[in-house]
């Protein structure tokens, strides 16, 4: 099977989240890394890129230069990775999307309802693929989650509980570092902060497993830490289409909380559990019996889960290869196989209408709003 | 020193919670067993307190022979429990307190706002103690957390986050069940379900841990399980007169959960966790540090987590001798020494308040709403 | 029911053990404490056995008047506990057994295998029990695993591995210490240290468990703080007489283990895990299939994990309450019915043989020698 | 920094070990997958390598083929990673590392002690870099503990304690299956089973977290399995050259552990605690203090750790990261910069030496020997 060929824009050296994408685009031998614009700063980038063992005409000085380059070319890029500050992202998708690429935008796709509807719009319009880094839902414990949910090993899903919550930026004496400032700034995050940086992969997870969608919401935001202007605390109860009862909590300031980022489903006949710490495990519990430990890797797992898994049970896999993972679908996806775990630009979509709803309910105390992008009512 | 008088009311054959205040009384030498009205048939109760050593004369057939009686003798009880259904813990505990006698009450204190302020009332006037069975709140690392935050551990709390979820009525078949049904039952149970029953655990110990009080909260009922009348899930967030913002989640069917009562309290400086089914360990982070594991019975602890193990470092304790804490407590208190550790009328009168405001907000999508008694405002 | 009559010898003010008693036997009701000679010193011992309530004239100097005033009585004690420093266990024991008491005697039963082969006979010959204090293995979760392996739910046992290993006396500064000295000074302790004081329980849970004898053993003893005499870590490794292999680990060096206390057993189609500072859970794992998680209190538990809880499940019940259980135990054998799970005599035989034989082994390099006592070969 | 050039033998299509290779390989962009003998059939290996993106004229039949070929080449591969059936290590090892070649060799390295010798005299002689693929050894926090031990965090170690105990060939049904009949057969499988297999992989962490050597061992061996010829559990008792006490245990049959390898580490001054199966997190007790949790990626950790570690705090890196990290160093270490993580020759011969004295120890009923190698004695 040839390799795809595979490109990136920002990730640039220092950063957490390029050799991250690295690692997850060419740790299976599935995608080659041939493009780049790696940095703000245009030789900045376009010397890393060499020294990443990108070739010099296709290491690029910024994202338009890359869209025009690859674009002339036969053997242009199959797949471009958007990893730059979130305020460019729906610009450079919108671009690549109509160039017709394929693209990967980390999350969040956009910094509003209207772009994300948009994106929506072009992807469907151009047939390009548009995926989301919700990587935590490429964990194979949690591909089992979802595929116990549809074949009904729990029954009807009454209730939702989950949280991504952490104390990394308990300290207030910390409020100069600029890495943890900007994200409660609305000139800089917009207008949710914990809630639309951790809080929208909770509510994806939810929405995840169970084939479902966030209906209505009621939030209460609290900024413990009152120099800031927007919420490092959240609550959401939200209500699923299927009647579904959603709880979400998600703050920064939980100190001794390293990533909280679990999550309960609890139906008419059983129980799951997963937390993000643990992820090679998921706790299962039928009504009335006992709480059994499901192991990744053990025989019998859903086909997702087993596909998603590179090493033997109990050998544990963490999160690069959950990224990882986000490639293998997109690398299928691309060749055209149906994947229904990949997500997809209405992921990131309903994410910025979650975040739009519980930002408008907190500032009228909670009251319960439409959490839809107005393209899905 | 002579070991202290003590009856009860209720608590017959049968019964889980007769035989957990028998223990939680004698087990430490402090109560002698010498009188009760343990049954709602008076042949049945005079016959069972008689096997469990009770001389005949104080083998009486309902609450109000037991009252006269014991009005009436010199060697009267010290103390008296009341742990009879909760419609008629009013009544009774009013009773005893006018007539002079210490009480300790299982909670619900009482069914109504109303008639918790009488009790407070009625407390105060006589100058007996009115003492209400939150046993989670003397287990010893909770003392410890309380003393913590007292002496400024975890600097000043920012954000409390609790949970009293269980599965055990997750059930839909088991309907009939009447261990089950009497708590969705309006008739039976009052305005609430389970935040009634299991959540104002919960809320107690948030006041108890950061010495504060709940000042509004905003709830969110569910009746996952529809033919509930009253809420088998609720989440209610609150804020406490220091500014502290609180989350509570509390449900009955989160299957899997066996008795998932737990609590995360973060400050300015740190945070603790303790769960209650790992009583006997509490987890301390200071903001930028590594968690501790603090171990019950080890060196340095608070004088209150000191006084209130018998056992030494990882031999655990249990929820019988959490209930013998009470009871450590009111013996003391009995002889004239101040303890602000037990929880007293005004404890449950204010989760009787907050019952009634959680009502009212849930019933009001979620409005933010007064949670402290009138009394108290 | 009437109480049966309890008095104590040893456990004075101050001593741990003492409370662990008196609340072991009268915690559930079963015992009335009447009679005790509590301290080596006769005033101190008659004065604090009166503040605890018991009656003058049974409130005697030293062991000798309790036997002489006991045995003149007609309302004389059903059972003593001797709880008194190691080396007069055996004495008292005997001189109880002869007179007609029942007795449950602290572990070691004995301070030599002679000694042991002689308790043994005085109870048989008398017709009295003597129980031994191994309370462990009254924990209901440990109750609930022997009757799974008698039951066959693990298949034929073919291997068990426990430890009881913590790092209380780690500390090498801390030797002049005598509450840990003495334990490592064979004037004191006789021949074994850590193996003798802890790993003996170990060592019976093993037994206890799979109901089975330890046949022959080979020993590796460690004095890791050398100035140390006798052993603060050992690896014993046996054989039962069913042919399961056994390997048990002992140190009390071991930093950062509060009470590591557990044993996991293995047979033919399943596996079990028991841990002591999480006693209300069991780990069970059938052969090619998921680990579920046992609860105390759950439906459908063995008739003697059930009888020996009080709360229902997910409530803990800790140490206190397994001696509670030895009591239990101890009231229904006095009245005659069979419990197999009570410790007796013979296991503290078998444990002083045990001993013996592990400390000659780690004498001779590790030689294997039969375990068993004289009188059982 | 151009790629290092890289090859493989073995490791053909449906095995576990040749993805866990090119993925920890090529993880962090350090080699490139040029060359491959992948199956022992010609035909079946060539084709596979071109599938993974080998040119054709470095796709081999065999591995004699592919030494002839690279010999030859002036763009020789710098590493070649041996991961062929145990018996062929010895042989092709020698031969790369006398034809110039740094290897990575998967355990055992040899099937004797012997070979073993002969292994480390090419390798220094010809000054490549034999490496051994102990992959559990890379993870950063093993490495933290390595750090923390050398830097004296714990003192002088007195103990330490370690297991690699599994069930997964617990099953006496599953006999026939030939992936798990082999390791117990002496005619393919050599003198052990269960030690050679796991049991090494343990002793190895013992001596590379205490940088120390096992001098003398005493073993006992079991085939709990009665038709198995080699051991499937056994018990190693050892002491280090420093006076360090060891035990060890390893087992197949111990139903319910998935992949139970953890160490415990004992100094005169603290513990530490690792387990494989949450590697992210290392338990630090000072004596007398409490246990610390010390997270991946947490501040102020020791240099190696820090380096081998990917993503921030708290988002777990599995297995297969832990193999990337032996590629780190390798990388490394072909480039000149000293490492002395990386397990080299001297290290698989000490691991058959260790073998070879615990099968002669069992064989003498636990017989204490000298378990190094002849040449380092």
């Given amino acids: ?124 319009k151009t047939g390009k693929l548009c995926a989301v880094n919700y990587a935590y839902s490429a964990y194979p414990m949690v591909r089992q989650a979802r595929a116990m949910v549809a074949a009904g090993e729990i029954g009807k899903v009454r209730l939702i509980v989950t949280n991504f919550s952490h104390g990394h930026h308990g300290d207030a004496t910390d409020a100069d570092n600029p890495r943890v400032r900007w994200r409660y700034d609305p000139a800089m995050a917009g207008t949710s902060g914990q809630f639309a940086d951790c809080g929208i992969h909770a509510m994806h997870m939810a929405s995840f497993i169970c084939n479902d969608e966030v209906e209505t919401l009621s939030a209460d935001f609290a900024s413990t830490i009152p120099s800031r202007v927007l919420e490092d605390d959240a609550m959401v109860n939200f209500r699923m289409s299927g009647g579904t009862v959603g709880r979400l909590w998600t703050s920064s300031v939980a100190i001794g909380r390293q990533h909280g980022f679990d999550i309960q489903v609890f139906g008419e006949t059983g129980g799951l559990k997963w937390q993000s710490e643990q992820p090679n495990q998921l706790n299962y519990t039928l009504v009335g019996g006992r709480t059994q430990i499901i192991e990744k890797g053990e025989g019998g797992l859903h086909a997702d889960a087993t596909r998603l898994s590179r090493v033997a049970i109990a050998h544990p896999e963490g999160f690069p290869l959950a990224v990882a993972n986000i490639y293998c679908d997109l690398a299928d996806a691309i060749r055209g196989e149906t994947r229904n775990g990949l997500p997809r630009a209405t992921d990131g979509l309903r994410s910025m209408a979650a975040v739009h709803a519980a930002v408008g309910s907190a500032k009228n105390n909670g009251a319960w709003v439409d959490a839809r992008p107005p393209m899905f009512r």
Wanted: charged share 25%; hydrophobic share 40%.
């Fill in 1 to 124: 099977m040839t390799k795809l060929k595979w490109g990136m824009i920002g990730g640039g050296e220092g950063s957490q989240i390029g050799p991250a994408h690295r690692l997850g685009a060419q740790a299976d031998g599935l995608f080659e890394f041939v493009a780049g614009a790696l940095d703000h700063r245009p030789d900045v980038g376009r010397d890393y890129a060499q020294r990443l063992g990108i070739a010099s005409d296709r290491a690029y000085g910024d994202w338009q230069e890359m869209l025009a380059g690859e674009k002339s070319r036969d053997d242009r890029i199959d797949l471009v990775t958007v990893a730059t500050p979130n305020a460019t992202h729906f610009e450079i998708t919108k671009a690549f999307l109509e160039a017709g690429f394929h693209v990967l935008c980390e999350k969040p796709m956009t910094m509003t309802v209207e772009e994300g509807e948009e994106i929506v719009r072009v992807a469907e």
